[in-house]
């Protein structure tokens, strides 16, 4: 049974984990002359106008629903690549932004830990809030910025990986690639998803515990 301490957790860790993420795509694209995310309102913070169905409620349930740790995504913000000076540059500069800012918020819970690690046991003696921020959230915080940033990063549409390819497309295959990644990501979960509960083969699992877990138990003190 999920305790309660341990889904506000996996909450306040998912939501801005996915929400930074896609913001920082769309602040990239702003700062190489695309308007696009500005005019759609997508450069916001707020967590309702990056909302998708599947991917930030229906999945994440799903997977507790499994047993296992909150995970999904936010609704990709749009961009047009047409107002980039180099389109192949400005796709792998905006596909690898959000990826970055999860290593950061990652690093950051990683500082954290590590700053208050002297006065940690005193500190959660006194108070079972700071045991559950200090204990519980902060890992997770780290461990859900660096499932979702290496994640993102295998190089298959539609993850922003992929946007590296682009580097290495000639004009009529950049229009391929941009059709493709329009519309493969629901498919793409749902594989993600489904592969191993009907195979009990996880080769993405294998993946992530390899990359994000190794890192996060390097980012720490302690051992998670």
């Known amino acids: 049974m999920i305790s309660i301490p341990y889904l506000i957790c996996s909450l306040l860790c998912f939501i801005p984990a996915i929400v930074f993420h896609e ?3 769309g602040f990239a694209a702003s700062r190489l002359g695309d308007p696009t995310a ?3 309102g997508r450069l916001s913070l707020n967590p ?3 909302v998708d169905p599947f991917g930030t409620v229906l999945m994440p349930l799903l997977l ?3 047993g296992g740790p909150i995970f999904g995504y ?3 913000v749009p961009y047009n690549p047409y107002y980039f000076k180099n389109r192949r540059v400005g796709e792998a500069v905006v596909g690898l932004a959000g990826p970055a800012a999860n290593l950061i918020m990652a690093m950051l819970a990683g500082v954290i830990a590590w700053l208050v690690y002297p006065f940690a046991p005193e500190l959660a003696a006194e108070s079972q809030l700071f045991f559950y921020f200090y204990v519980l959230f902060l890992p997770m915080f780290a461990l859900v910025n660096l499932y979702l940033m290496f994640f993102n990063l295998i190089p298959l549409p539609p993850l922003d990986g992929s946007s590296i390819i ?3 497309l000639n004009d009529k295959q950049l229009a391929t690639y941009y059709r493709v990644q329009q519309y493969a990501l629901p498919i793409f979960m749902a594989v993600v998803v489904l592969v191993p509960y009907l195979f009990h083969v996880n080769p993405i ?3 992530l515990d390899a990359t994000a877990g190794t890192l ?3 980012l720490f003190p302690f051992s998670l």
Do not use: D, I, T
Request: hydrophobic share 55%; charged share 15%.
């Open 23 to 25: 913001v920082a795509h």
């Open 38 to 40: 500005k005019s759609r």
């Open 48 to 50: 309702l106008k990056h």
């Open 64 to 66: 507790l629903a499994l």
């Open 74 to 76: 936010a609704k990709p």
């Open 166 to 168: 682009a580097l290495f």
């Open 205 to 207: 699992g294998a993946y």
């Open 216 to 218: 996060a138990q390097l």
